[in-house]
Structures are given as structure tokens and as C-alpha cells.
Nanobody, 120 residues
Framework: QVHLVESGGGVVEPGGSLRLSCTIPRNNYSIYRMAWHRQAPGNQRELVAGVGEGGTDTYAASVKDRFTISKDNARNTIFLQMVDLKPEDTAVYFC??????????????WGQGTQVTVPS
């Protein structure tokens, strides 16, 4: 069992920026697919950004042109760069990684969640 290490959340004023990160702390894993989801109080968890097998980025309409998903393969880390944050971006953000273990086995993991708060 692998526990993803997620960080980068916090409180930021409207218009501000944050960068979330999520790391697989094992050398025998590599990132196959990646995504970020978020869940606001009273709402269902929603996809914010993702990269599929073909490498195409997908973004929720509400964050397109403000959020960017990326990864650093050498560090086994994915990122979500968020700019021009709005109060409606307030939520707990979860990373989701499908990883290849030992170059053979696909396994899916979720981060523990990190709170992003943008006061109105």
C-alpha cells in the first residue's frame, strides 16, 4: 500500500495563486495517468484536471485557462498550478494517480486531500 504525499493547500485572497503537489514516495512506481479532483461542502467530488493515456489534458470548464496540471517524472510528483483563484474554487483537493509498479502492475491511489480556501 502506498500513501500519496499531498501538499500545497492554504488560504489565498481572490486573484491569488497556489501550487498543489502530490508525490508517490516509492522508487519502483511511475506515473501512468494523473488527475486532480475537488469537493466543496455539500457538493459531489468533481474532476478538475486530468491527463489520460494519450497525454491529452482535460479541464473542467470552470478552471480552464486558470489551472494547469503537470508532472515531474524524476520526482514522481504531479502538480496543479492554480492562478486567479476565486471563492468558488474553495474545496478540498484530491490527487488521483494510476501508477505502474515494478514496470508491470497498474495501481490506483488517491491523496488524502488538501484544503484550498479563497475567502469572498
Amino acid at each position: 500500500q502506498v500513501h500519496l504525499v499531498e501538499s500545497g493547500g492554504g488560504v489565498v485572497e481572490p486573484g491569488g495563486s497556489l501550487r498543489l503537489s502530490c508525490t508517490i514516495p516509492r522508487n519502483n512506481y511511475s506515473i501512468y495517468r494523473m488527475a486532480w479532483h475537488r469537493q466543496a461542502p455539500g457538493n459531489q467530488r468533481e474532476l478538475v484536471a486530468g491527463v489520460g493515456e494519450g497525454g491529452t489534458d482535460t479541464y473542467a470548464a470552470s478552471v480552464k485557462d486558470r489551472f494547469t496540471i503537470s508532472k515531474d517524472n524524476a520526482r514522481n510528483t504531479i502538480f496543479l498550478q492554480m492562478v486567479d483563484l476565486k471563492p468558488e474554487d474553495t474545496a478540498v483537493y484530491f490527487c488521483n494517480i494510476v501508477a505502474v509498479r515494478d514496470r508491470s502492475f497498474l495501481e490506483e491511489y488517491w491523496g488524502q486531500g488538501t484544503q484550498v480556501t479563497v475567502p469572498s
